[in-house]
């Protein structure tokens, strides 16, 4: 439980700007490109995961390869972004349900997706800020 506007969990990010700062690359990219990075329970990096469009404005996640990922890595914590080819960083009905399924998937082995950080011309959205995490 907080007590303060600067505390933090453990597994939450030092702040939404570093995040978006991580996943800057990605939002000029002229497809959807989605990116896991995976950290550790003391935010070591231990790895990434890119998957790139298999159709217009549509990413089809390797759920499979990410809990593989998250297994052989011993990841605990992952953080996930997406560019909007269109500019706009609001989250599609998809973008909601992938995080959603992707969150509870994650969550049978013990592993917190903590954020999904969509990315577009001129910003970047956070949905654990937005509440959907």
Known sequence: MRSGPFERRDDEPRDRD????????IAAERSEVVVLVY????WRYLGARHCASDA?????LPVREIMRDALSLDVRLVMMAHNHPSGDHR???DDLAV?????????AIEVRLVDHLILGRDGCTSLRD???L
């Open 99 to 107: 995080t959603s399924r992707l969150s509870r998937t994650l969550d």
């Open 91 to 93: 989250p599609s009905e």
């Open 56 to 60: 217009p404005g549509r990413i089809t």
């Open 130 to 132: 937005e509440g959907y």
């Open 18 to 25: 570093w995040a978006c700062r991580l996943f800057a690359g």
């Open 39 to 42: 950290f550790d329970p003391e």
